[in-house]
């Protein structure tokens, strides 16, 4: 067996998954401030509430004052973008690389089935049929990048 069939290319993918996961994880622990993120997102909730408020209720006077503002939010709207961007921009070219590599590897081979589904699964609305390597890999991140950010404290529990 070789590491392009089923099991080994789905713990592959698992691996890479992980690992993936796990070095952004820490690169937004170390590169952002999720305590400062925390406050300015919830400052900039609190005015967006306060504004859809005001403008529900037809307070103009309360509209004007929160408008007066805007440009601060917008501020930090800008610089908790910018958190997220840097870690972005390390880890692109190297993740293109790496892509660039398991796409032809994998080409025309299945690497999971899904129980009940099997190994292409077409996205039912829109017609798409996402090979497995995707299908996979985007399960494995989605579920390593939820538990790394919250072994972290990227993103808190919300009770």
Do not use: C
Not at 8 to 22: M, Q, W
Not at 23 to 29: G, K, P
Not at 42 to 51: A, G, Y
Not at 111 to 116: D, E, S, T, V
């Amino acid at each position: 067996m070789s590491m392009q069939e089923i099991p080994f290319s789905t713990l592959l993918l698992f691996g890479l998954a992980a690992s993936i996961s796990l070095l952004t994880s820490l690169a937004n622990r170390l590169l952002t401030n999720p305590e400062k993120s925390k406050t300015w997102r919830k400052e900039i909730s609190e005015w967006n509430s306060q504004l859809r408020k005001a403008q529900k209720a037809g307070d103009k006077k309360i509209v004007e004052k929160l408008m007066k503002k805007q440009q601060y939010i917008l501020q930090l709207q800008s610089k908790m973008s910018w958190q997220q961007l840097k870690v972005t921009f390390i880890f692109l070219v190297p993740l293109l690389i790496i892509w660039s590599f398991l796409g032809p590897f994998f080409a025309g081979r299945n690497i999971a089935y899904f129980p009940g589904l099997g190994a292409n699964i077409q996205l039912p609305l829109v017609g798409w049929i996402i090979s497995p390597l995707i299908w996979w890999y985007l399960l494995s991140s989605f579920f390593f990048g939820t538990m790394f950010s919250h072994v972290f404290g990227l993103i808190e529990v919300s009770d």
